[in-house]
């Protein structure tokens, strides 16, 4: 499989405050995610994994780093390959005095997504496919908090990016919600003709197990991988299957076994 | 336990209907009269002490003498020509130059709310043109210009940008850090990062920074007008101020608070409303 994202020997640290020694995330982390998986990095609260969404985006500059290879091409050296991803947070950032089709435009004006007459048809198409085509003219405060985490995924996939970058997406929504918009989310991503790359961040195993076809398990900081399953199960998945329950057990295990978190 | 009860009830009954019967019962009627009990109040004050302890009509003039200096001063009539003519003077150069403060105070307060460098830079030029009294930057536009409307233009722009400047900084460094990570990832340019992110952000601020220095506008370009200027509502209360003469200054005075009011009214105060609506939702 081709390596569409790849960190290399990446070192962060943040000064220290008050004459307290640096804070260290990462010593020589490396990490390559394969183009057109669904990867998932689980780890502590505090371990740097959104971190790492925000340097592979270029938001974040590391400390050091021999290289942070897009599609083959340094993301320092070539700062517009960050164009070809989209990021979806942990809570939906939308503005408010915008509709949410208004705000799914706003990323794709930022993105530069052209031309410029398809944006109507990918807003319908991406709306209609989470279920909020009747709300494009909506503004934020008048759908609910799962609606406007619907309207983000929105505002990121409408760019068609090669990347989606996801922060917990799902963990401000409560237990009913988030579980439709796992199953949203994983239908999206297998529909699209292309198959995007998803980098997914969650701190809970079960989500993980459920969509993943890639785990990187990371320990608290400093940071290093300490367990990567890959997962060929089909989807959807069932969160009381026994396959996946089997490997929330190993996932859990490998947690106490290889970062010494216990449960 | 009973019996006791219904005394208190019968007791607190009848107090009810000799209280609602001071103020109206709709709403905005009730609003209207407690905001004019207080002006009524003053009047009445006024009249009072006008009428029977400083009895000098050209220095205290009664409440009914301002009136009809009001009266005059509405039908166009005044000492130095149309009093529409001077108004019209005052609130052009306080319009143009409240625009343009606006404007450059709005922009340079974006720009110093995300750098702290230009920031710390402007903050010394800020706390100049705001500790430094008015009075005093008109004299020095005096020296400097002549007697030309570049007096009250450029001393209103340098009052007014410094207010508005401060106002927008704190607004801007209000603004949320995701949100800004947000426009970050979606590599919003500054154009529209502008007009589409950060004004609407601030709008808040920007009203009340509109609403402050327009009042403190019309006091500054008045003083100017008074100090040096051929015409304007300014020149009209310097004239009568030499002839001691107070009716006019005072009828004067209440037609430029009453502007005041009324813009405050109709345009901030609906804008101010609209905004928080949108905020809260």
């Known amino acids: ?263 | 336990m009973s019996t006791s009860a219904v005394p208190t009830d019968a007791a607190a009954q009848p107090a009810r209907p000799a209280r609602r019967a001071l103020l109206p019962q709709n709403p905005r009627a009730r609003n209207l009269t407690l905001n004019a009990l207080p002006v009524l109040g003053l009047v009445a004050v006024w009249w009072f002490v006008t009428a029977f302890v400083l009895v000098q009509p050209r220095l205290y003039p009664t409440p009914l003498a301002v009136a009809g200096e009001l009266v005059r001063i509405l039908s166009g009539d005044g000492p130095l020509g149309s009093t529409y003519v001077h108004a019209a003077a005052t609130f052009s150069r306080l319009l143009v130059a409240w625009s343009g403060a606006f404007v450059i105070g709005t922009v340079l307060g974006v720009i110093g709310g995300r750098n702290r460098w230009f920031f710390d830079f402007c903050a010394n030029p800020v706390w100049i043109a705001m500790a430094v009294p008015s009075v005093v930057w008109v004299y020095i536009f005096l020296v400097l210009f002549g007697i030309d409307n570049l007096v009250p233009i450029t001393a209103l722009l340098v009052l007014l940008t410094a207010p508005v400047f401060l106002g927008t900084a704190e607004g801007v460094r209000a603004v949320s850090p995701d949100m800004i990570e947000m426009c970050d990832s979606y590599k919003i340019g500054p154009i529209r990062r502008l007009f589409h992110f950060y004004l609407p952000s601030i709008a808040p601020y920007l009203v009340a920074n509109a609403r402050v220095s327009f009042a403190l506008g019309i006091r500054i370009v008045i003083i100017a007008e008074v100090i040096g200027l051929p015409n304007g509502v300014g020149l009209l209360v310097g004239y009568w101020s030499d002839s001691l003469y107070m009716a006019p200054l005072v009828a004067w005075g209440i037609i430029l608070m009453l502007v005041g009011v009324a813009v405050d009214h109709l345009v901030f105060v609906p804008l101010q409303r609209r905004i928080r609506q949108e905020t809260v939702g």
């Open chain 1, 1 to 263: 499989m081709t390596v569409k994202v790849s960190l290399r020997d990446l070192h962060l640290a943040f000064p220290g405050r008050d004459g307290a020694g640096d804070k260290v995330i990462y010593e020589n982390l490396n990490l390559d995610i394969d183009e057109g998986s669904f990867t998932v990095l689980l780890g502590p609260s505090g371990c740097g994994k959104s971190t790492l969404l925000n340097i592979t985006n270029g938001l974040l500059k590391p400390t050091s780093a021999s290289g942070i290879i897009v599609d083959g091409n340094d993301l320092r050296d070539q700062p517009e390959m960050s164009r070809k991803m989209a990021y979806v947070f942990q809570g939906a950032r939308l503005l408010r005095w915008k509709t949410l089709a208004q705000n799914a435009e706003f990323g794709l004006a930022g993105l530069n997504v052209q031309p410029k007459e398809k944006w109507q048809g990918l807003m319908e198409k991406y709306f209609s496919a989470v279920g909020l085509k009747d709300y494009m003219n909506h503004y934020p405060h008048q759908v609910s908090g799962g609606m406007q985490q619907r309207a983000s995924i929105v505002r990121a996939w409408v760019n068609e990016p090669e990347i989606l970058l996801m922060d917990e997406p799902f963990s401000h929504l409560d237990e009913i919600t988030a579980a439709t918009m796992r199953r949203i989310l994983i239908d999206l991503w297998r529909q699209d003709e292309t198959r995007r790359t998803i980098i997914f961040v969650t701190h809970d195993i079960a989500e993980a197990a459920q969509m993943a076809s890639d785990i990187v398990m990371l320990t608290p900081a400093p940071s290093s991988i300490c367990y990567r399953r890959k997962v060929d199960m089909p989807w959807p998945r069932a969160m009381e299957s026994d396959e996946v329950i089997d490997l929330e057990k190993e996932l859990r295990r490998a947690f106490s076994e290889k970062a010494g978190i216990r449960f």
